[in-house]
Nanobody, 126 residues
Framework: QVNLVESGGGSVQAGGSLRLSCAAFGYSYSMYCMGWFRQAPGKEREGVAAIIYDSTTSYVDSVKGRFTISKDNAKNTLYLQMDSLQPEDTAMYYC????????????????????WGQGTQVTVSS
């Protein structure tokens, strides 16, 4: 059984920083494709960043240069460092994982990830 537990959300002013963490349990960490998604009220869940097959990092255009995804295999933990936060970054952030992108190969499509955390709220005020 795979379990993902996020932490690190909170409220910050525009221009501030937060670091999200996702602790993973119950699988071989290095085999996974792992990513961060976010969902704002009334909007679809959006892929923010991902590490694919333990090598390739990818970002949605709106966060490039501001967010950094990384993972610590020794701690089984995925991170998302978020800098220069803006009000439009406000959302519930979710960690996601799977052994492969088996649905359609597109990391930004949540249907490729079977395992999800419970989410952590990020609120950015102007």
């Amino acid at each position: 059984q795979v379990n993902l537990v996020e932490s690190g959300g909170g409220s910050v002013q525009a221009g501030g920083s937060l670091r999200l963490s996702c602790a993973a349990f119950g699988y071989s960490y290095s085999m996974y494709c792992m990513g961060w998604f976010r969902q704002a009220p009334g909007k679809e869940r959006e892929g923010v960043a991902a590490i694919i097959y333990d090598s390739t990092t990818s970002y949605v255009d709106s966060v490039k240069g501001r967010f950094t995804i990384s993972k610590d295999n020794a701690k089984n933990t995925l991170y998302l460092q978020m800098d220069s936060l803006q009000p439009e970054d406000t959302a519930m952030y979710y960690c996601a994982a799977d052994y492969s992108l088996g649905y359609n190969g597109n990391w930004r499509d949540p249907r490729n990830f079977r395992y999800w955390g419970q989410g952590t709220q990020v609120t950015v005020s102007s």
